[in-house]
């Protein structure tokens, strides 16, 4: 392309008219050329991005716009949205629904399962995943065979990993209940107590969880250069001080998205505590020991269908409200993870040494 | 070399673009109803019907837990080009989020749902969005007790037409109440319960007695007696002109505090209804009644095995007779076989079909033909005794004499009821004021 225009001159046609149509053509071509190497990146990536519209914003537009409306699942639109005999107020607000959901003892009790569940699911399940990758890490014999066990679980459909564990945790026939009865403890209530519910919809959470974790932190420290450890090793580091020192900060960009990954997939907890539920209604328990947030707003929005309830959009509340509380904790934990990591050390420059180190 | 790379990437935004179609139309291609047509082996088109059903509705073939007549077989035979494909929800309650989806979104529902008589209040709300399927019940016969053909006519349009009915007898443990002193014998037992004068009271003195005397729970779950008891209130938690009367209605309270002095007081199991521990103690002896509409005999029996020996079935009920359940089948408008899904419809609910289900399951007719079949009545229970099942379940249908109102906000506030009774008798998380007082709020929340 280059060479043609250098010499526009060799051709016979005469110069003037032919070198505008010519310049015209170069420069038409010259623009195109731009606006492809400009713009064609974007068209790649796009498919992503139109499908996000799609099938995530526009939903979440949608949702915002249901949420203020007096909106039922079977009959549809029924104008702005009136709070009713909980507030007192048959005026239309927009707000109204969302005031009909801070009026609901129910919905306080699904934030705080949400929030305990998250946590006493994510915390240890991310501590053992740690440990457990580290010692995948380590020279084992056999070393296909145990990574593949660790993920095994995760193979399992989560609800039947669900319906598997709510037999277990049955609170007559349960299997750990019929033990601790033959050792003489006694039936824990699996599904009466609110702390007890927690520990067992925890233990499916990281049931399934723990060993896809595990292979997240194990490819990631697969990827730390060995000659970082070898100069720790020089320096006298012991196995702990390399995992503190060395692994920890370089694990830095995975743990951010792991915990990033669990924080929004915990808060949003639905499969388990539903299959979790005994019987046909009440889900969540009876006294709400384990409703969570996605529950309760899915038995608002698809079971309390009653004609003339604005279930849909009191549903729709809920999903906004668990959106934005999805958003604040994500960001919260961001910027803790970046704290907590970076403080060991100045992980940003070595990570940068080993790039070069290994390239 | 400039082209070509051009056409690259030509070829690239055009594979991205393909790409979202693709997705797209991969989006939209799922839920179709395929009428799959070209076989040219019967006479017609090929058409197949999705049905949806729940619990033990006794249409399709026999399962190990599950009896049935095996009528779909019996119709494809009948209408080579027809096939049925029936979706067996284990409980009502999870058959019906689905189909609310579906009506709620205009696609995706079965062509022929089975609807409780609880969401029968919204299907009828929603009438024109169903079939009205009056001339073909016509053409093949079918005929209803009126109560029945009336809880599924919206303005003169048949929209459901009736499967079975509910009729409620009292199940017992006979092996249970010999160990406890009490009468084995079903007639000795009506009386022990009160004959024809049973009222809750002498049910539950009865109760009283089986306890004091085994140190055990007498019946399964206060949910499931309170289910009995409302079944018998006319208007219980919603008035006739629409207004939700449940948190002030005396007899709704009544019925509550007895319920509940009595689980409190040793009687009640402490089973929620339909969970595997309640299931499970139909074949322990974790309690020694249960009340028992007709339907729920397929439960018992799913639950303890076929060959379980002990339980048998009284004829009786406290306040008098009481109807808990029953069913309807409904086709959406939506459905792409209509036609035929309406004709299939109407002839699984004619009097012949409704027979050979209660002869094959124990979902009682609610058809009056059917009731009169001499088979029917004839038709006796092997797990239960040999209970004449066919004629204590007409006496007890003869027996029911209040068709209770289930408004709009009926299924909502007795589900809520349900939560209540549990907190109370199973969680034993709440006593029966503190339970109550939550109940009134969600019952507050519904406005």
Redo the contacts between chains.
Sequence with gaps: ?AATSAHPSTTATPPPARDDAYERKLRARGRR?RL?VKL?PY??I??FF??FL?TGLFPLGFTAWIATRNWN????DGGVAVC???CDSTDPSIFANFQ?VF???AFWDALRNSFSIFLISTIPQLIVALVLAVILDANLKAKTFWRMGVLLPYVVAPSAAAIIF??IF????GLVNTALNWIGIGAI?W??STFWSHIAIATIVNFRWTGYNTLIFLAAMQAIPRDVFEAAVVDGAGRFRQFFSVTIPMLRPTLIFVILTSTIGGLQIFDEPRMFT?????YG???N?FLTVSLYLWDLG????????PNMGRSAAVAWLLFLIVVVFAIVNYLLTQRIASSGGKPRTKKKSAKKVSA | M?SSI?TR?GL??TA??A??TL??TACGGGGDNDAAGGDDTGSGEQVTINVSTFNAPGFGAPTADKPGADLWAEYEKDHPNVKIVETVA?????A??AF??A??TGTGAYDIQMADIDWM??IT??ADQFVDLAPYAKEAKGDWLDWKTAQGTVDGKQIGLGTDIGPEGICYRSDLFEAAGLPTDRAEVATAFGGDDATWDSFFELGAQYTAATGKAFFDSSAAIFQGMVNQIEESHVAKDGTIIATTNPQVKADYDQVTTAALAGQSAGL???????S?GFKTDAFAVSLCPAWLVNNIKGNAGEDFVGWDIADVFPGGGGNWGGSFLVVPEQSKVKEEAAKLAAWITAPEQQAKVFLAASNFPSSPTAQADPDVAAKTDPFLNDAPVGKIFANRAKAVTVVPFKG??Y??IQ?AM???L??VD?????TPEQSWD?WV?DV????
């Excluded at chain 1, 698809?302 to 309830?309: A, C, D, L, S």
């Excluded at chain 2, 507050?444 to 406005?447: D, E, P, R």
């Design positions: 392309m050329g492809d064609s068209l790649y796009s498919p139109v499908l799609i699942t079977l009959t549809g009713g005999a909980v009909w009026q609901q003892s709510s037999q049955s609170d007559r026939m209530p599904h009466a005994e019987g046909t209604s009440g328990g009876s006294n020991q698809f079971n309390k269908t009653t004609i003339g309830q | 400039g051009r990437r690239a935004a991205g673009i790409s979202i997705a797209l284990d409980s009502s309650d999870n019906r989020a609310n989806t009506i709620s209040p919204s709300a929603l929620k209804q339909w969970t595997d521990d309640w499970a709009a906000q299924f909502d589900t349900a939560d209540a549990n907190r199973v969680d034993k998380s709440q939550q709020n507050k929340a519904l406005s």
